[in-house]
């Protein structure tokens, strides 16, 4: 049996373990740095294969990592599991619904993310075992992707050093490698403090930390015409100092994500918006402490194995889809806006390029053939920090509709659908056989490892989050 009809063989044969796996997780979507219920999902399953599991590592309690074998190469697969606040949504339906008020959706596939890294470090330890092959196959579980740069933090404890090769995927509307970089970025708590006053009585006594945080936005809305036209500069105001207008607000905050495509461009972005904070704090007479939350470095796609796991996608091919599957990716299509049908044949994460949807299409018909780009893509992932550490190849799988975006009520009604279960069930196997590929021919992880080191020109991994910032969860 050759090595594709192998992997086919044995996901199509476990395939339910992995459609219950990625839908228990969906149903218990959790945020960044709490996600207890999905990790020991995950890693109970490991356990159960047979891999050696370790919990809490790099001092998280959600990150675990499950090994089989030994010796090189160390091949890892990385595993997401978070889920966005805010998001529920109900499943399988094509109309905007909570499935519970202020709860979590998994907006961005993350239940399906993790569920196929697991299915593919499981079909390679399986393939090991039955041809004799040496070498250590490890799954990491990573926690709080989203505004969390878990992945990040666990670079910094140096448990990615000893990878000679990473692999990773991403849920949504189309298939292909992910062949551009992506963003760095840094995120950051500006967290104003002044004096609490009788709004109308004594006006003059009071220094409002809200007045704060809306100078620094003004002022930031001011630099972002003469930064460099790729950065991103994002906001979220975490407090906003009460609900009461006749008090002064005494205590305000601001959140900042800030992305550029080199760590050393977001690093002069933030330094001049800690001086914006600053100059509020001046103007209002209050008090700016900042404080580092979490950063992300750019990341950098394995040309070498971009091209085995483009050959491995070809092999293994798109998922067939069936006339109810048609159907729903229909109705998901008419739930759009005009806009959002113009934008769909935007290739989000893959090569930052439009290619043209045919009229009646609703499913992702085609691999895109491209596996190398110089362009970045406008988001961040913290696969970037592993990708300094070792190369590092992802793909995108469909799994939704055509003109689904990350991030979306549709995403997440999707996330459960039979649609994202054979995307699922693909991709795992398309993971599985680049893996056995590069295990098999020596040359391709070699050539891999040369060229990052040539890539990198000498410049070593630093981690761009200080030593002393901890993981945190979600406010
Ligand atoms: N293959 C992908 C990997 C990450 C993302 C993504 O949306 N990432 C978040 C991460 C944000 C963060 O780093 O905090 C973002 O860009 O906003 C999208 C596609």
């Not at 675990?64 to 997401?80: N, R, T």
């Not at 599991?81 to 339906?93: E, F, I, P």
């Not at 709080?144 to 670079?155: L, Y």
């Not at 949807?357 to 406008?378: C, D, R, T, W």
Request: with cysteine; proline share 4%; glycine share 8%.
């Amino acid at each position: 049996m050759n090595q594709h009809h192998w992997v086919n063989n044995f996901i199509e044969k476990t395939r339910d373990q992995w459609i219950a796996t990625s839908d228990k997780i969906w149903e218990n979507p959790e945020t960044r740095f709490e996600e207890y219920v999905s990790a020991g999902i995950l890693s109970e399953q490991l356990e159960r294969k047979g891999f050696r599991v370790t919990k809490g590592i790099a001092g998280i309690e959600t990150a675990f990592v499950g090994e089989f074998g030994e010796g090189k190469p160390v091949i890892a697969f990385l595993g997401e599991y978070d889920a966005l606040s805010g998001m529920s949504q109900k499943g399988n339906v094509a109309y905007k619904e909570k499935n519970i008020e202020d709860g979590n959706g998994h907006g961005c596939g993350h239940n399906l993310l993790g569920t196929g890294a697991l299915a593919g470090a499981v079909a390679l330890k399986t393939y090991m075992e039955e041809h004799d092959l040496k070498g250590t196959v490890r799954f990491y579980g990573c926690p709080g992707e989203e505004g969390g740069s878990g992945k990040t933090f666990m670079a910094r404890e140096g448990i990615f050093d000893d990878v000679d090769m990473a692999l990773c995927w991403h849920p949504g509307p189309h298939t292909g490698v992910i062949a551009s970089s992506f963003l760095s970025n840094i995120q950051a708590y500006f967290k104003f403090k002044g004096t609490s006053s009788h709004a109308a009585a004594s006006p003059h006594l009071g220094r409002s930390a809200l007045d704060a945080v809306e100078l620094m936005n003004v002022g930031v809305n001011y630099l972002r015409e003469h930064v460099i036209p790729e950065a991103r500069i994002h906001y979220a105001i975490t407090n906003t100092g009460g609900i009461s207008p006749n008090v002064v607000q005494a205590n305000a905050e601001v959140l900042y994500l800030i992305r550029a495509p080199q760590i050393d461009e977001t690093k002069e972005i933030y330094e001049r918006i800690k001086k914006i904070a600053e100059g509020a704090a001046l103007m209002t007479e209050t008090e700016v402490e900042v404080i580092f939350d979490k950063a992300c470095s750019n990341y950098i796609p394995s040309k070498v194995l971009g091209k085995t796991m483009y050959e491995s996608m070809l092999e293994v091919g798109l998922p067939e889809f069936s006339n109810s599957e048609q159907q729903y990716a229909k109705e998901i299509w008419n739930s759009l806006t005009a806009n959002e049908k113009n934008n769909a044949g935007q290739l989000v994460a893959i090569a930052n390029e439009k290619v043209n949807i045919p009229s009646g299409q609703y499913l992702a018909e085609e691999i895109h053939p491209k596996y190398e780009s110089n362009a970045v893509v406008p988001g961040s992932s913290d696969v970037g920090d592993v990708s300094w550490i070792a190369p590092t190849v992802q793909c995108m799988m469909t799994t939704c509709a055509l003109g689904t975006a990350l991030h979306s009520w549709q995403m997440v009604a999707q996330g459960t659908s039979s649609i994202a279960h054979k995307g699922l069930l693909q991709v795992s196997k398309v993971l599985a056989l680049t893996a056995i590929k590069a295990l098999e021919n020596k040359d391709i992880i070699e050539s891999a490892k040369k060229e990052l080191l040539e890539t990198l020109n000498d410049t070593p991994y630093e981690c761009p989050i200080p030593a002393d910032v901890q993981p945190s969860k979600l406010k």
